[in-house]
């Protein structure tokens, strides 16, 4: 079995999406003074590599912690979308990879765009989903899908569509991957587990793929 780390680390002066509030952690006790390490902290709940859940959207709807914990667990597909060209991602698109993408729990998009991550280019221009292409995946029964970019509707938008035909259908959205390319090739299980905080609409997770066999001439 081998695991493969798609998270970015939860620091005081990561990356975040403009507006968002830089995490804070501060030290309620330490070793030094009190015998024992505890630390106080203060983050947004859309902070980094994390999970969006119905109730992000939609009043009254499914937040993470009232999802059974299988929900986050299951086989994944990974869609290398590295050089579509910048229109939005189309249904015909989706159609050549339709057998992986049906026999899939999650669907990953793999852009490329995480090699922004940490620059100012990163928060626009990222591939979206055609909303075509968003209908007709909301119709498979996934448990979620994931992007290695900020969003998955364009910055500017207001109504976010694409967010709301997934969400509404019950996916959990994960954004902010990292590391695709290391499961090219590859079958692996998704691992997205959030904590079960009450209410929780959103949560950073430690998104990992894990990987039974490989190729010897495919290394990890």
């Given at each position: 079995?081998?695991?493969?780390?798609?998270?970015?680390?939860?620091?005081?002066?990561?990356?975040?999406?403009?507006?968002?509030?830089?995490?804070?952690?501060?030290?309620?006790?330490?070793?030094?003074?009190?015998?024992?390490?505890?630390?106080?902290?203060?983050?947004?709940?859309?902070?980094?590599?994390?999970?969006?859940?119905?109730?992000?959207?939609?009043?009254?709807?499914?937040?993470?912690?009232?999802?059974?914990?299988?929900?986050?667990?299951?086989?994944?597909?990974?869609?290398?979308?590295?050089?579509?060209?910048?229109?939005?991602?189309?249904?015909?698109?989706?159609?050549?990879?339709?057998?992986?993408?049906?026999?899939?729990?999650?669907?990953?998009?793999?852009?490329?765009?995480?090699?922004?991550?940490?620059?100012?280019?990163?928060?626009?221009?990222?591939?979206?989903?055609?909303?075509?292409?968003?209908?007709?995946?909301?119709?498979l029964g996934l448990?979620?899908?994931?992007?290695?970019?900020?969003?998955?509707?364009d910055p500017d938008?207001?109504?976010?569509?694409?967010?709301?035909?997934?969400?509404?259908?019950?996916?959990?959205?994960?954004?902010?991957?990292?590391?695709?390319?290391?499961?090219?090739?590859?079958?692996?299980?998704?691992?997205?587990?959030?904590?079960?905080?009450?209410?929780?609409?959103?949560?950073?997770?430690?998104?990992?793929?894990?990987?039974?066999?490989?190729?010897?001439?495919?290394?990890?």
């Amino acid at each position: 079995m081998h695991i493969v780390d798609l998270s970015y680390p939860v620091t005081a002066d990561m990356p975040l999406w403009p507006g968002t509030p830089a995490p804070n952690f501060s030290d309620l006790h330490t070793v030094g003074r009190d015998g024992f390490g505890e630390r106080w902290l203060q983050l947004s709940s859309h902070t980094g590599t994390h999970l969006d859940a119905p109730a992000h959207l939609f009043e009254g709807a499914v937040s993470l912690d009232r999802l059974p914990v299988d929900h986050f667990i299951g086989k994944g597909a990974l869609l290398d979308l590295r050089d579509a060209q910048p229109e939005p991602l189309s249904l015909d698109q989706l159609l050549l990879q339709r057998a992986t993408i049906e026999s899939a729990e999650f669907l990953l998009l793999h852009t490329g765009w995480s090699r922004f991550w940490g620059t100012a280019a990163y928060d626009r221009g990222y591939p979206v989903f055609a909303e075509e292409a968003a209908a007709w995946l909301a119709g498979l029964g996934l448990k979620g899908v994931g992007i290695d970019a900020p969003s998955f509707d364009d910055p500017d938008s207001e109504e976010l569509p694409i967010h709301r035909r997934l969400l509404g259908a019950g996916f959990v959205l994960i954004e902010n991957l990292t590391a695709l390319d290391r499961l090219g090739g590859h079958e692996f299980f998704l691992s997205v587990l959030p904590l079960p905080i009450a209410g929780a609409e959103a949560c950073p997770v430690r998104a990992v793929a894990l990987i039974a066999s490989f190729a010897a001439n495919q290394p990890i």
